[in-house]
């Protein structure tokens, strides 16, 4: 158990429709990280928190894209206008307090775009 | 443009057989993670690394830190078709930053 659950798994959903995605680490106070995987790729960093602050975000993360993480808690990652391009496993991910090197992911949120 | 290179890409072994994955930069790495994922499943950690020079071992795992903190190279013994999947290594630039994951090498162990 990394301590991190991500809702949906799988989500299917037509261009142009908006996604909503839900990151819940096991603590707070503590930062969290979304990455973008490919088929067939690594994941690709899109943003990262601390606590309620977001504090980087990648050129990756288009206009339509918004995370938060409103109470330092979960987090949402949404995308607007879907497109068929942002068809990718989503993945959330966390550190603790004791070592900050170190990041452990959640099983991912699968999206396909049709 | 900060790159992390792995290989090989691609990797079909015989059970039993040794084998090693190599993760390599041109910039210096604060730490650098090995990760194992299964399709459809986040990656799940295996090992960090952080000090140069530094070896860790795994049961038949052994993961090498560059002495320049530049490189790493993850070493499998008699491997097991159990070991199959995709060993992905990351590496941060800056305590407590983004992970810059490299390309991953698929691990195909055949019984």
């Known amino acids: 158990d990394t301590g991190v659950s991500q809702d949906p798994r799988h989500k299917i959903t037509k261009r142009g429709q908006n996604v909503t995605f839900r990151c819940d680490p096991i603590s707070e106070h503590n930062r969290l990280y979304w990455y973008r995987q490919t088929l067939g790729q690594g994941p690709e960093f899109l943003t990262y928190f601390q606590n309620e602050a977001q504090l980087e975000k990648s050129r990756l993360l288009s206009d339509r894209f918004s995370a938060e993480r409103p109470k330092g808690s979960f987090s949402t990652l949404e995308i607007q206008r879907t497109e068929q391009g942002d068809s990718a496993m989503y993945l959330c991910?966390?550190?603790?307090?004791?070592?900050?090197?170190?990041?452990?992911f959640g099983p991912g949120t699968r999206l396909t775009v049709l | 443009t900060q790159l992390l290179e792995q290989s090989p890409q691609f990797l079909s072994i015989q059970e039993g057989e040794n084998l090693t994955v190599y993760c390599n930069s041109s910039?210096?790495?604060?730490?650098l993670q090995w990760y194992r994922q299964e399709p459809g499943e986040g990656p799940v950690l295996l090992v960090t690394?952080?000090?140069?020079?530094e070896v860790k071992k795994l049961k038949r795992l052994t993961f090498q830190f560059g002495d320049a903190r530049k490189d790493s190279s993850l070493h499998i013994t008699a491997a097991q078709p159990g070991d199959t999947g995709l060993y992905l290594c990351?590496?941060?630039?800056?305590?407590?930053?983004?992970?810059?994951f490299g390309g991953g090498t698929r691990l195909m162990v055949k019984p």
């Open positions: 990351a590496g941060t630039y800056n305590a407590g930053n983004m992970l810059t």
């Open positions: 910039s210096v790495f604060s730490s």
């Open positions: 690394v952080v000090t140069g020079g």
């Open positions: 991910a966390r550190t603790v307090l004791s070592s900050t090197d170190t990041q452990y």
